[in-house]
């Protein structure tokens, strides 16, 4: 079984913004109500595998949300680069050919990286799903996915907490479930349209909620921060 994970190691901040310097202060007001943070493609590409280096090396835990999907090659050789960053989590695209390469490349690293398969994006809905060419609703196509990265060893899954239940029934309880589409009780969805609250997805068996702007752009990120975490350890 995996090791117990505390309310605050499940909550991962998304630093969904422009700068390294914007999201260094942000980190810095929410000081030590959070642990975990998201790095994506916005910061990633304006200086953001420095500052996850800088986070790891404070003592932080870091999550490398950069989606890859290439021929197999360049997957595994942009893993082994990663994987030096000291991240703990990566996003891949749940394709098979790419969650294979992202396996080898985290096995030839021989760190502690874990890799996660992003099974169908919170922000698609069975329309866009059909609009994409795909004749399975986005229930039926995180299905598909979640066995496929089950059976090649990649070490969890992305997905809405409303497909949560289902994906653990498929992966069994070795393997992490993340999810994205996270929102406080009363909190604006965005552009998400699979969303649920932070104690829903832990009683639907969720490991880590992301949330972004309900922390980022709140007054008081830090004490939102710690209400999410206390919301969270209620329900476990």
């Known amino acids: ?31 030590d109500a959070a642990s975990f943070y998201k790095i994506g493609y916005r910061l990633g590409y304006a200086g953001g595998l420095g500052l996850a280096e800088r986070l790891v090396r404070g003592g932080h835990k870091v999550f490398l949300d950069l989606k890859l999907h290439d021929i197999g090659n360049t997957v595994e050789e942009g893993v082994q680069s990663l994987a030096g960053i000291g991240a703990t989590f990566l996003t ?34 069975d329309a866009d799903a059909r609009e994409a060419g795909y004749a399975l609703s986005v229930a039926d196509l995180v299905a598909v996915r979640a066995a496929a ?11 809405s907490a409303a497909e949560a239940a289902q994906v653990r029934a498929v992966i069994g309880p070795d393997r992490l479930i993340v999810t994205p589409g996270i929102r406080p009780t009363g909190a604006e969805i965005g552009d998400q349209k699979r969303v649920v609250t932070p104690a829903e997805a832990m009683r639907a068996g969720v490991d880590h909620v992301v949330v972004g702007r309900p922390i980022t752009a ?12 206390d919301e969270m350890a209620t329900a476990l």
Not at 11 to 28: H, K
Not at 218 to 229: L, M, N, T
């Open 1 to 31: 079984m995996p090791e117990p994970i505390s309310p605050r190691d499940r909550l991962i901040v998304a630093l969904d913004m422009a700068s390294t310097d914007e999201a260094e202060r942000l980190i810095a007001r929410i000081g």
């Open 92 to 125: 891949v695209h749940a394709y098979p050919q790419t969650m294979r390469a992202a396996a080898s490349g985290r096995d030839k690293a021989g760190s502690g990286l874990k890799i996660l398969g992003v099974t169908v994006l919170t922000s698609y809905d």
């Open 149 to 159: 990265a089950k059976a090649i060893g990649i070490d969890g899954i992305v997905c």
């Open 218 to 229: 709140a007054a008081d990120p830090r004490d939102v921060a710690r209400r999410i975490v």
